[in-house]
């Protein structure tokens, strides 16, 4: 969950095309990791 919330702060100091573009895919990676972890420690 840190690794999500600091890739959300960070990303809202980019620029618009920035982004859209690399901060969009730095965001969905970061909530996929959480995402996988937390599976994965269900299991």
Known sequence: MNIG???WK???T???FS???I???LVRA???MSA???EGYDQ
Do not use: H
């Open 30 to 32: 970061a909530d996929s």
């Open 14 to 16: 980019f620029d618009l």
């Open 36 to 38: 996988n972890i937390s």
């Open 5 to 7: 919330e600091t890739v």
């Open 23 to 25: 901060g969009l895919q």
């Open 10 to 12: 960070t990303t809202e």
């Open 19 to 21: 982004k859209r573009s």
